[in-house]
């Protein structure tokens, strides 16, 4: 496996292996890889004969007060992890390999963006439309593969990929979780162990949400009101935003006739964590 670190390094080596005739999967991530980037990993390899990963903390998806700085890094650690799966090549460039000096141009998305995590980070679609964008035009890969476990983000994507007529194919991912139901997240690690079990009650309110559907509870918002409760029963949680909406328009809705998607933003201490889970009819991911 190689590790690769400049643009021309990476844009060769995709060049010579698509001449033989493989396709090319990406697993665009921010390292500090768990089972989940892994299980990415793992459905790229199936699809793709090479398979790139990138690992790279994108400042410009991070706001002022965020945690840029004190993000995980380690890719000693996550080399071996990334080829106990097979994979190819890790693309891990410096910023000023990807935002070099006079760099000046963003993508940005209308009403996707303007939910969810959109509301609570502005600024961090912005970020992650144009280091994708950038990832994409160095990669150049035919299909690439994102976690459910950020629902929104994989919809922003899928909408530019059809907007800007990229060619390439956005597969999703369904989240991988703790065996106690915890979606694992490389911010996971900030939690000492008492907020670690308070993060619980994230996927704790949406089995109640999805129990309340199962049970024939069509109002939405009686089911945002009951994982409201939940979460707020739990001293150490404070909401950052409970919200359900079309899947995956991310429209307003009332009753729950077609897939909804009930998503989560809940601060744990300092550490804010993000769930979800798709109710009703149709497919836990598109
Ligand atoms: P990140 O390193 O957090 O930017 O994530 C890189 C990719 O891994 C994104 O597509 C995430 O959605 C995906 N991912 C992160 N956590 C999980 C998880 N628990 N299950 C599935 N995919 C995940």
Same mark, same amino acid.
């Given at each position: 496996m190689y590790i690769l670190n400049t643009v021309d390094e990476i844009r060769k080596f995709v060049r010579s292996a698509r001449a033989t005739g493989q396709r090319i999967g990406f697993v665009p991530t921010m390292g500090y890889l768990h089972e989940g980037h892994l299980e990415l990993m793992r459905w790229a390899k199936k699809h793709c004969g090479i398979v790139v990963v990138s690992i790279f903390v994108n400042?410009? #998806?991070?706001?002022? #007060?965020?945690?840029f700085a004190q993000y995980p890094r380690d890719l000693e650690r996550d080399a071996k992890m990334v080829e106990s799966v097979g994979v190819d090549v890790i693309f891990n460039p410096s910023v000023s390999e990807m935002y070099p000096s006079g760099y000046c141009t963003y993508v940005d998305l209308e009403r996707?963006?303007?939910?969810?995590c959109g509301l609570s980070r502005p600024g961090h679609f912005r970020g992650v439309a144009t280091v994708v964008t950038k990832l994409f035009n160095i990669v150049n890969p035919d299909q690439a593969f994102f976690g459910q476990k950020d629902a929104q983000q994989v919809l922003v994507i899928k909408r530019m990929v059809a907007d800007l007529n990229m060619d390439l194919e956005v597969v999703t991912v369904p989240t991988v979780r703790e065996s106690d139901g915890l979606a694992m997240s490389?911010?996971?690690?900030?939690?000492n162990p008492e907020q670690r079990q308070a993060a619980l009650v994230l996927y704790k309110s949406l089995k109640i949400a999805e129990e309340a559907v199962a049970a024939g509870q069509k109002d939405t918002s009686i089911i945002r009101q009951l994982v409201i409760d939940t979460i707020a029963a739990e001293p150490l949680a404070e909401i950052n935003y409970v919200e359900i909406y079309s899947y995956p328009d991310l429209e307003p809705v009332t009753k729950i006739l077609e897939s909804v998607l009930l998503a989560l933003a809940v601060k744990i201490g300092r550490t804010r964590l993000i769930d979800n889970m798709i109710l009703g009819v149709g497919d836990q991911c598109i």
């Open positions: 400042p410009t #998806q991070f706001g002022p #007060q965020e945690d996707v963006t303007e939910r969810l490389s911010r996971n690690i900030y939690l």
